[in-house]
Structure formats: structure tokens, C-alpha cells
């Protein structure tokens, strides 16, 4: 099971930190993603990380804001991102895949375990 948390309500250029936390299973055997889909627009990916840590994956969208990153210890992904924009505004999923090409595929389709969402709002 997968359980996105730390959603919320952010003004334009402030920052926001999901956690997506495992459990289950055991993490550190899955490629974790996160995607967002906006309001009336398909799912899309967001940046994904290998098994390890050491690889991470990242749409041209979000590059230089969000950060991806691992704690295998405590079976959590976390998602900082920062310098929010209100095209940011999504409902955030973390998902996990047992395919260690999923890192830089892009591919929902890759992805077989997805928590429920956080929703993320970034207006003023």
C-alpha cells in the first residue's frame, strides 16, 4: 500500500514536501514515481528514482524546483518541490514499479502500485 501525504494550499513561488510512504512491502525492491494530473488534463509523470537512490528521472517541467528522494529505512519517498507554480496545481500519486527501466521510461504503464493522490494548490 502507498499513502501520498502533505498536500495543501501554496502561493506562487513558495515550496511544498510530499511524503509517500510504503508499506507492505518492502521499497527499497521498487523504482518509486510521482505523477500529477490537473484538472481536466491526462495523468502525466512527474520524476521517478531508482531502487537505490542513486538514479532519478525528471520531466523538463519540474527540473531545478522538485527533488526526489528516498529513505529506504523508513520505506518513504519525498517529493520537494519548490518555486511552485499555479501550473503546478494537481492532485500528486506516488507509484511504485518493480521494473528497474521504469526510472527513465516515463510510463504510467510501468507502474503497478499507486497510493490515492494529495491534492497540491498553488494560487494566490
Known amino acids: 500500500q502507498l499513502q501520498a501525504s502533505g498536500g495543501g494550499l501554496v502561493q506562487p513561488g513558495g515550496s511544498l514536501r510530499l511524503s509517500c510512504a510504503v508499506s507492505?512491502?518492502?521499497?527499497?525492491?521498487?523504482?518509486m514515481g510521482w505523477f500529477r494530473q490537473a484538472p481536466g488534463k491526462e495523468r502525466e509523470f512527474v520524476l521517478a528514482?531508482?531502487?537505490?537512490?542513486?538514479?532519478?528521472n525528471y520531466a523538463d517541467s519540474v527540473k531545478g524546483r522538485f527533488t526526489i528522494s528516498r529513505d529506504n529505512a523508513k520505506n518513504t519517498v519525498y517529493l520537494q518541490m519548490n518555486s511552485l507554480k499555479p501550473e503546478d496545481t494537481a492532485v500528486y500519486y506516488c507509484?511504485?514499479?518493480?521494473?528497474?527501466?521504469?526510472?527513465?521510461?516515463?510510463?504510467?504503464?510501468?507502474?503497478?502500485?499507486w497510493g490515492q493522490g494529495t491534492l497540491v494548490t498553488v494560487s494566490s
Open positions: 507492505g512491502r518492502t521499497s527499497s525492491n521498487y523504482v
Open positions: 507509484a511504485a514499479s518493480i521494473w528497474t527501466a521504469a526510472v527513465t521510461r516515463n510510463r504510467e504503464t510501468d507502474f503497478g502500485f
Open positions: 528514482i531508482s531502487q537505490s537512490g542513486g538514479t532519478a
